[in-house]
């Protein structure tokens, strides 16, 4: 891979150990993948941003990286382990605090953008069309390919933060406009609207392309939130990181009908009474948070209820009210985290509703617990 000089310098530690640690994880990414050199990023999203995910080696890091070193392009963060601010009412333990909240700082003394959330498109990281950028998360990877056409690759934490510290990345992968092309072409034989159904669909397609590059025909009702639900649910049962929304003859076409989709909600179906509610995996936007807080307006839950977002929507949800009113039914607004990156301590519980398709996936295996995969209106069971 060619390095220009200032890179050369940098690699041989002119600039000190850290910077030189940070440009070696680039370099060795570019040689595994093929890079033919470095290009300039305008902004980062880190995934290592939850203790849960990084543990003591990874607290470590960044810690030890902080010390030394600035990001130079706007950079947030993911999910994290617990509301900063509230995690004491959710069983958090008080070592996972601690080194949650070391993890945050150390991130935070770096000019990261101290909000936890996998939505960073909803805080003011929002890429143009064609601007190379280096993310983490799965769902955020595939919004910002897919719906952004942005350009990123699946970075983990380590090269996330090394990508945000040196401000380039490989130029390899989707970076590249000969990997931005479909592979698989899809027919939608079936009206896909709400959260859940888009979920249900990026959870079958994701099934059967894996890695590679889905493309819908005629996809309707296409609003953020439903592109969130897709690109979440295609990265969950798939690893997808860009799917294409256009027409493409030439490829493979497969068919998706309605009881492809009933598959789905079987596998997930109702199995009774919840001990939790859980909205927002992807965080929720502030359209999502009213329409829960009209369905709840005047009525009591019938079992906890967490709607999960960022701290900047849950500011503008206190604002229009819609927090008061879901408060008032029993629910709770968290921030910063969700129930797969969260303490496990915290999720001591055996069923749990959800619309997300992301969440239905993941949580039997990371959290040990059931899941009813249901729409909105029906997870939030009232009294």
Known sequence: MFLEKEEEKILDGEY????????????????????????????????????????????????????KAEFKCFTTLNTGGMDLENWKEHNIPEYFAEKQLRLTRAYE?????????????????????NEDIAWGESSAICFANSVLKARTNREGGPSALAAGVIGKV???????????????????????????EFGALGYYVGKIVGRKVPVFEK?????????????????????????????????????????????????FGDKGKPDIICIGCPHSSILEIKEIASILK???????????????????????????IIEKAGGKIVCDTCPILT????????????????????????????????????????K
């Open 16 to 67: 000190g150990e850290v910077m030189e640690k940070c440009m070696k994880i680039l370099v060795k990414l570019g040689d595994i993948y093929g890079a033919d050199k470095l290009i300039d990023i305008k902004s980062v999203h880190s995934p290592g941003a939850s203790y849960r995910v990084s543990g003591d080696a990874g607290l470590n890091f960044v810690e030890e990286v902080s010390k």
């Open 109 to 129: 003394k770096m000019g990261a953008i101290s909000c936890h959330t996998c939505t960073p498109y909803f805080i003011g990281n929002l890429p143009l069309e």
């Open 170 to 196: 490989p130029n390899y992968g989707y970076h590249r406009d000969e990997n931005r092309k479909g592979d698989f072409l899809f027919k939608i034989n079936t009206e896909v609207k709400t959260v859940r």
């Open 219 to 267: 996809l309707r009702n296409t609003n953020l939130d439903n592109l969130k639900a897709l690109s979440a649910a295609l990265a969950s049962s798939g690893a997808v990181s860009l799917f294409l929304m256009k027409k493409e003859e030439s490829l493979e076409r497969i068919e998706v009908d309605k009881k492809d989709l009933k598959e789905v909600y079987e596998k």
């Open 298 to 324: 005047g009525k009591k839950l019938d079992a906890e209820c967490y709607i999960l977002t960022s701290k900047p929507i849950k500011s503008l949800s206190d604002r229009m009210k819609y927090t008061e």
């Open 343 to 382: 303490a496990k301590e915290s999720m001591n519980y055996d069923l749990l509703y959800t619309n997300s398709a992301k969440l239905a996936h993941y949580a039997p295996g990371v959290c040990d617990i059931d899941v009813s995969l249901l729409e909105l209106k029906d997870c939030l069971v009232v």
